[in-house]
């Protein structure tokens, strides 16, 4: 799928992710990680910000997007949630930023969308200071062999639907880059990864 076919696929579901920021069946899951949260923040794929109910004060945080239509939704809940936050339009595959510029690197349902996800992992790693850490929720490749089947099959379908892979095994993403995992859980049928990183141990 092109960039442009897929900026407009998030575009359209701007209103949804709008909507859904605060989820129930999200929110203890979020909130955990966001609480390890501090400094300056880079939040990538910040969609409509869903995590911004969840940032604890006084971080700084750069939010990036490619699509305008979440970034619009984004903006409105930053004022809301009174969070300081700097936004940029942009195509996390192509992003850069000086080496370990950021406290904390975070990251949540957006490694399933990226082109080439191990690129933007090692970026994570780049961008973050030397004692900094990274923060993921991501939807993955289940460890059960029947669900992991079915994730397979309904891939090509749920992708030109959502944009989304999520056939991805998260903790061999961030292990690949060279990340430490602090700490992972694995939660709705081992699909959801948790992940505390560090760029070293
Ligand atoms: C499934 S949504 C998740 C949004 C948000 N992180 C959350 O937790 O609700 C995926 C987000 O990634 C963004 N995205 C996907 N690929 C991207 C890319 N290559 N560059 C920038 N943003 C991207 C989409 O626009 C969308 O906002």
């Not at 209103?15 to 949260?37: K, P």
């Not at 990036?64 to 903006?75: I, P, R, T, V, W």
């Not at 990274?134 to 090509?156: C, D, H, R, W, Y």
Request: proline share 3%; with cysteine; hydrophobic share 40%.
């Amino acid at each position: 799928m092109d960039k442009e076919r897929r900026v407009r696929l998030f575009d359209k579901q701007a209103d949804m992710y709008d909507r859904r920021r605060g989820d129930s069946s999200q929110e203890r899951f979020r909130r955990g990680l966001l609480s390890h949260a501090e400094g300056d923040v880079l939040e990538l794929a910040v969609g409509a910000g869903a995590n911004f109910p969840y940032y604890p004060s006084g971080v700084r945080v750069t939010a990036a997007d490619f699509s305008g239509m979440m970034l619009e939704k984004a903006k409105a809940a930053a004022g809301r949630y009174n969070i300081d936050v700097s936004f940029l339009q942009a195509d996390i595959d192509e992003l850069q930023f000086p080496e370990h510029g950021f406290d904390t690197v975070i990251s949540t349902l957006s490694l399933c969308s990226y082109v080439n996800p191990q690129q933007v992992v090692a970026k994570m790693k780049r961008w973050c200071k030397p004692g900094g850490q990274i923060l993921l929720m991501e939807l993955g490749i289940s460890s059960n062999g029947v669900l992991a089947a079915l994730q397979k099959t309904l891939n090509p379908l749920l992708y030109r639907l959502h944009g989304c892979h999520h056939t991805r095994n998260m903790e061999e993403l961030v292990k690949g880059a060279g990340l430490h995992i602090v700490h992972m859980e694995r939660h709705w049928l081992k699909m959801l990864y948790l992940i505390h990183a560090r760029p070293s141990g």
